[in-house]
C-alpha cells in the first residue's frame, strides 16, 4: 500500500533539480502520484476501506494543490512533469 524507500529515493533522483533537492514541487508531486497509484491498486482488493479512500482523496486534493502552484510559479517545468508522469490528457 505504501512505497518502498529505495523506490522514493528512485523518484527523488529522477525528479530532483540538483543534488540536494529533495523537497520541490516536482519531487513531491512525483512521490504523491506513486503513492496514489499504489493506493488505486489497494481499493481493487479492499472497496469497503473508507478510512483509507480519506488519505487517498487528501492526498489528491494536496497534488493538485502543489500542481496549480507549479503551473504558476515555473510553466515549463509544470508541463515536462505532467507529460513525464502521464497526469493530464
Known amino acids: 500500500m505504501t512505497i518502498t524507500a529505495d523506490r522514493k ?3 527523488i533522483q ?3 533539480a540538483n543534488d ?3 523537497g520541490s514541487p516536482q519531487v513531491q508531486i512525483a512521490v504523491l502520484s506513486e503513492r496514489i497509484n499504489a493506493l488505486q491498486d489497494h481499493f481493487k482488493n479492499n ?3 473508507h478510512a483509507s479512500r480519506r488519505g487517498l482523496l487528501m492526498m489528491v486534493g494536496r497534488r493538485n494543490r502543489l500542481l ?4 504558476r510559479t515555473d510553466r515549463q517545468a509544470y508541463l515536462q512533469l505532467i507529460k513525464k508522469l502521464g497526469l493530464r490528457k
Open 14 to 16: 529522477e525528479h530532483r
Open 68 to 71: 496549480r502552484y507549479l503551473s
Open 20 to 22: 540536494s533537492d529533495t
Open 47 to 49: 472497496h469497503k476501506d
Open 9 to 11: 529515493s528512485e523518484l
